[in-house]
């Protein structure tokens, strides 16, 4: 599982340091790709296998090529080196804003890389207790 926030920064060869506590669990090979919101996801390999082959299995509509076209164009499969550091590919750089300081927020099964800059201007679009209330009505989630 993966939680937590790290700051980091991205070097002129669009390298990055992974947070110690994420390499492990990742391994050596994981898939950064486009996330939602604005950022991008990092997850292990076989949890990305997982999920493209959910996204084969949906109807097919414009709607979900559309969805399996955002994911899969933009996936990268990457590896870090011995020092803990990754390559983020030029195109995701751009798509995410990132120009030097970034920010890893663990989030369960996958990490999401912002841009400081735009991770510091995200926020919630209601109050969390809000949010908390609907998600105990709806799902039952209680912390």
Request: proline fraction near 4%.
């Amino acid at each position: 599982m993966f939680m937590g926030q790290f700051n980091h920064t991205i070097d002129p060869k669009n390298r990055s340091f992974l947070p110690a506590r994420f390499r492990e669990e990742l391994g050596e090979s994981f898939v950064v790709t486009a996330g939602l919101d604005g950022c991008l996801y990092i997850c292990p390999k076989a949890d990305f296998e997982e999920f493209a082959r959910k996204l084969a299995d949906l109807p097919f509509t414009a709607e979900t090529r559309q969805f399996q076209r955002f994911f899969m164009q933009n996936a990268a499969e990457c590896e870090q080196d011995k020092q803990g550091r990754f390559i983020i590919p030029t195109i995701l750089k751009e798509l995410a804003g990132i120009t030097k300081d970034i920010v890893f927020v663990g989030v369960i099964s996958k990490i999401e890389v912002w841009s400081k800059e735009r991770f510091d201007k995200s926020t919630l679009s209601e109050p969390v207790e809000d949010i908390a209330e609907k998600m105990s009505t709806q799902f039952g989630l209680r912390f």
